[in-house]
C-alpha cells in the first residue's frame, strides 16, 4: 500500500506528527546527552510534511522499487530522520529508545544497512545530494514513476559536490528530482552568511537549470503545495529554498549557533517539554 | 616508574596544548595562518582568531577547497597549518592531500582534530582510523600522532620549524601526561617508554598510557615487557623496531586506527624485511559498530587486558 498522499486533512495530521517528532527527538537527545537538536527542529516541519503528506511508500516493503525517495544528506539530524521513520512505521517507537546506544541500529548518522528506510549512508555532508541525484536518473532512464527528495543543510551548500549536482542535474533536466535546503542560516560555528556566503542561492540555483520555489520551512500549506507539485508540470529539477529556524519550536534553542549539537540539562528539558505542546 | 605516573596522571585534553602552542608560534612567526572548515570552535581556535583573524582562513564546509587553498598560501610564502576533523581532512581531500601537497610538494601542516574513534557514537563516518594506511601511502608527508599534551606541544613546534609537509593526528581523548625524566621530542625517532626484554610494546597516540598499564600487567606474571612511544609513523624508526625485534623476538602494535596499513603494517613490513618476528596487531577490523569511545575500546581490545593478551599470544608464537 502506498502511503501519506495529500488529503483534507492531510495539514492537521502533519502538525501532529511533527510536535509529536520534536518532542520524542528531544527525549531522545535528553537521555543520550548527544544529539543535533538544532537541525533537528528546522528539518521537522519538511521531513512531517514529506512522510504525512507528499511521499508514495510502504513501510512494510522498504525496498519497493516504485516508491518515492527521500535521502536526508544533513545525516546529522538523526532526531528528525529516525522520528520521521518511526512514524511512518518502518520500524516500532521503542527502537528510539536505543538512539546511539552500543550496537544499535540507531547509529548517530544514518546508515542503510542497519535501518529500514533509509536510502543511503550519510554524515559527511554532500554526499547525500548527488546519490539522489544518481537515483533520479536512475528513474528517468528506466521510465519508473517515483520522484526523489533530497534535504540538505544550507551550510552544507559550501561543499562542491552539491555545485557538481546541481550541473548535471540542470543540465540532464532531472525534472523527477527536489532538492529541498534547510536554509535556517546557521552552520556549526557560525552564521552562514558570515563564513562563507550562500546568498543569493536562488540566482545560482536558476543559473544552473533549475526552477527555483522560496517558502517557509514551517508553513505546511505552503509545503504542502510546493513539494507536491507534479513533476510532469515542469521542465527542469526543482529547488526549494525552505527558511527555516534553527531550534524551531523551543524558545531558547532558537537561531542560536550553541544549539547546533548543544544538549538540555533536566531542567531545559522540561522547560522545552513544556513549550512544545 | 613511568607507568605509575600515567595512571595517576591528570587527563588532558591535547587540544588545549595545540592551541596554546600555535598561538604562540603565530606570535613569533607571522607567516604562520590557520586554514579551517567551520571549524574554528571543535578545533578551539576561538583565541588564535580573536588574535589574528587576517590569518584565520575559514573555508566553510569544503575540505577539497581547504587544502588547495593551503597549499596555494605555501606557494605564496605562508606557513598554513590546517585544522579540520581528521575524518573529513582526510577522507574528503585525499587528492588534495596527495596531489596539491604530497606531490607538489608543498609546506603545508595537517593537522587531524578528533582523530580515531573520538566521535564514538556518531559512528563510522565520523571515524578516522583509516588515515595511517591513507596518509602511509602518501610518503613525502611525516606523520606524527603524539600521545599526550606535551608531546603535542613539541609536535607542534617540529612542525612549524620544519620544511615540509606534516600530518598531525590530534585527539579530543583526554589522555595522561606521561612523565619521563629528560624527555625530548624528536620526529622519526622513537621514545623509549619503559624497558623490557621479552617482548615490545609499540603505540602511539592515545594507546601509549594503556601500553604502559599492559607492561604492568604483564611484570605481575614476570613477563619484561619493552613500551616504545612510536610516535612516528612516517618516517619509522626502523633501528629502534629491528632493535626490539632482536632483543626482545615478540612484537605487539597498538593504535587507535584499522588494524591494517597502519604502525602494525609498518612495523610488519620493516621486520619482515630485516628480522622477521612475531608481530601482533592491536587495532579495530573495520567499520566500527555504534557505540561510545570506552565501549568501543575495551570491546577491541585497545586496553591494558587486550594488550597483554596480545602480548601472550605474540610470545608464544616465538620460535614456530
Ligand atoms: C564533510 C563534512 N565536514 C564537516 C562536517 C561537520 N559538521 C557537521 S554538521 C555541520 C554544520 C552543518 O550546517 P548546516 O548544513 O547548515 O546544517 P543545519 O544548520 O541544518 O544543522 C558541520 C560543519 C561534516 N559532517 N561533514
Ligand atoms: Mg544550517
Redesign the interface.
Known amino acids: 500500500m502506498s502511503h501519506a498522499l495529500k488529503t483534507d486533512n492531510s495539514e492537521g495530521l502533519i502538525r501532529d506528527k511533527a510536535l509529536w517528532m520534536r518532542r520524542r527527538a528531544l527525549q531522545m537527545v535528553f537521555d543520550?546527552q548527544?544529539g543535533h537538536l538544532g537541525g533537528d527542529f528546522s528539518a521537522i516541519d519538511i521531513l512531517a510534511t514529506l512522510y504525512f503528506g507528499v511521499l508514495r511508500y510502504d513501510p512494510a516493503r522498504p525496498d519497493w522499487a516504485d516508491r518515492d525517495r527521500f535521502v536526508m544528506s544533513k545525516?546529522?539530524a538523526t532526531g528528525a530522520l529516525y522520528t520521521a521513520l518511526s512514524a511512518a512505521g518502518y520500524f516500532p517507537e521503542d527502537w528510539l529508545d536505543t538512539y546511539?546506544?552500543?550496537?544499535?541500529?540507531?547509529?548517530?548518522?544514518p546508515?542503510r544497512q542497519y535501518l529500514p528506510g533509509v536510502e543511503t549512508?550519510?554524515?559527511?555532508?554532500?554526499h547525500g545530494f548527488p546519490v539522489a541525484l544518481g537515483i533520479a536518473i536512475a528513474g528517468q532512464i528506466t521510465g519508473a514513476g517515483y520522484r526523489t527528495y533530497v534535504l540538505t543543510g544550507d551550510?552544507?551548500q559550501?561543499?562542491?559536490s552539491n555545485w557538481e549536482a546541481a550541473m548535471t542535474a540542470g543540465h540532464r533536466k532531472v525534472k523527477n528530482l527536489t532538492l529541498i535546503i534547510d536554509r535556517n542560516r546557521l552552520?556549526?560555528?557560525?552564521g552562514?552568511e558570515e563564513?562563507?556566503g550562500l546568498d543569493p542561492l536562488d540566482d545560482k540555483y536558476r543559473a544552473f537549470g533549475w526552477e527555483v520555489a522560496e517558502i517557509s520551512g514551517h508553513d505546511y500549506g505552503q509545503l504542502l503545495d510546493t513539494l507536491g507539485t507534479p513533476v510532469g508540470s515542469r521542465e527542469k529539477p526543482l529547488c526549494v529554498i525552505a527558511n527555516t529556524v534553527k531550534g524551531k519550536g523551543v524558545s531558547f534553542m532558537e537561531n542560536l549557533t550553541k544549539w547546533h549539537h548543544g544538549v538540555p540539562n533536566a531542567e531545559q528539558f522540561a522547560q522545552a517539554m513544556k513549550e512544545l505542546v | 616508574m613511568p607507568v605509575a605516573a600515567a595512571e595517576t596522571a591528570l587527563r588532558l585534553d591535547c587540544r588545549v596544548a595545540w592551541a596554546e602552542t600555535l598561538e604562540s608560534l603565530a606570535e613569533a612567526d607571522e607567516r604562520i595562518v590557520v586554514v579551517v572548515n567551520d571549524s574554528v570552535g571543535s578545533s578551539n581556535l576561538g583565541g588564535f582568531k580573536q588574535k589574528f583573524p587576517d590569518r584565520t582562513i575559514n573555508v566553510g564546509i569544503a575540505e577539497q577547497n581547504m587544502v588547495g587553498v593551503a597549499a596555494g598560501l605555501a606557494n605564496g610564502g605562508r606557513v598554513p597549518f590546517v585544522s579540520a576533523a581528521s575524518c573529513f581532512l582526510t577522507a574528503r581531500a585525499m587528492e588534495q592531500l596527495k596531489a596539491d601537497v604530497a606531490y607538489a610538494g608543498f609546506n603545508v601542516k595537517l593537522v587531524g582534530q578528533s582523530s580515531g574513534i573520538a566521535y564514538g557514537e556518531l559512528g563510522a563516518t565520523h571515524h578516522s582510523i583509516e588515515d595511517f594506511a591513507w596518509l602511509r601511502a602518501l610518503g613525502p608527508i611525516t606523520l606524527i600522532a603524539p600521545c599526550d599534551a606535551w608531546e603535542t606541544a613539541e609536535a607542534i613546534k617540529w612542525a612549524a620549524a620544519h620544511e615540509g609537509p606534516v600530518y598531525l593526528r590530534l585527539s579530543r581523548m583526554k589522555v595522561p601526561t606521561l612523565d619521563l625524566p629528560g624527555r625530548s621530542f624528536t620526529a622519526g625517532k622513537a621514545e623509549l617508554q619503559r624497558p623490557g626484554s621479552d617482548v615490545t610494546l609499540i603505540a602511539n597516540g592515545t594507546t601509549v598510557h594503556l601500553a604502559l598499564s599492559a607492561a604492568e600487567m604483564l611484570a605481575g606474571e614476570g613477563v619484561s615487557a619493552r613500551v616504545l612511544n612510536m610516535h612516528t609513523i612516517t618516517p619509522l624508526d626502523t633501528d629502534a623496531v629491528i632493535a626490539a625485534a632482536r632483543e626482545t623476538g615478540a612484537i605487539v602494535t597498538v593504535e587507535e586506527a584499522l588494524d591494517r596499513g597502519g604502525l602494525g603494517g609498518a612495523v610488519a613490513e620493516c621486520t619482515s624485511a630485516s628480522h622477521p618476528v612475531p608481530v601482533q596487531r592491536v587495532g579495530f577490523p573495520g567499520f566500527m559498530p555504534t557505540g561510545s569511545i570506552e565501549s568501543l575500546f575495551k570491546e577491541f581490545g585497545l586496553s591494558p587486558a587486550g594488550i597483554a593478551s596480545a602480548a601472550r599470544i605474540a610470545m608464544r608464537r616465538k620460535g614456530n
Open positions: 543520550k548527544l545525516g546529522h546511539m546506544a552500543h550496537h544499535s541500529k540507531l547509529n548517530g548518522h546508515n549512508n550519510t554524515g559527511p555532508l554532500g551550510g552544507e559550501q561543499e562542491g552552520q556549526q560555528g557560525a552562514t563564513t562563507a
